[in-house]
């Protein structure tokens, strides 16, 4: 029986921190750097503080998040070896339901519906694994984590960090 994994969707599969930079500047036309957000929460990384807030609330926002570089191709090589499951906690923003749902049947066709799972707490997910960029989730999951690295979570060590998908792949091929 193969092990499984929970595999956050934002900051791990799609790529929010670019999505919101670049919105940020279509909106305000000020450029924020990645290097001037390291570090900070989402709702401290603009000038403007509700500004995230506002594009996460925003129709299309979700729909239209860019591919995390690598993330496909590693979503189909840990298929060969683990249940794949994608767990977001999408109810904060429950317009985001059928957007995420619309960008995962684009980007990761190859994921079975029966393993999408939208949610608002992460703790009662009971997989072996966890990749996720958010403390919050990661600090209450029974199994093995692999914090995803993402400009809020720089500051904190107490989960095995991989930088990228090919990291995370190194990780799981050792089974860590």
Request: hydrophobic share 40%.
């Given at each position: ?30 450029r924020?750097t ?14 403007d ?10 129709p ?38 059928p ?14 519906w ?20 958010h ?6 999951f ?11 979570n ?9 930088n990228n ?6 990780l799981?091929?050792n089974?860590f």
């Amino acid at each position: 029986m193969k092990k499984s994994i929970a595999i956050d969707m934002d900051g791990v599969i799609a790529d929010t921190e670019t999505h919101f930079i670049n919105w940020y500047e279509r909106d305000y036309g000020v450029r924020v750097t990645t290097e001037s957000i390291r570090g900070l929460e989402e709702n401290e990384m603009f000038p403007d503080k509700t500004a995230a807030r506002k594009f996460a609330f925003t129709p299309g926002f979700f729909r239209t998040l860019p591919v995390i570089a690598g993330a496909v191709e590693a979503l189909k090589t840990l298929m060969e070896n683990y249940e794949v499951y994608i767990v977001s906690a999408a109810m904060e923003f429950p317009q985001c339901l059928p957007e995420k749902l619309e960008w995962l049947n684009e980007h990761f066709p190859f994921i079975d519906w029966r393993h999408i799972i939208f949610c608002g707490d992460k703790s009662v997910i009971g997989t072996d694994y966890m990749i996720d960029d958010h403390i919050k989730n990661l600090d209450y999951f029974k199994g093995t984590t692999i914090m995803f690295h993402a400009f809020h979570n720089v500051n904190y060590t107490h989960h095995q960090r991989a930088n990228n998908w090919d990291e995370v792949l190194a990780l799981m091929e050792n089974n860590f």
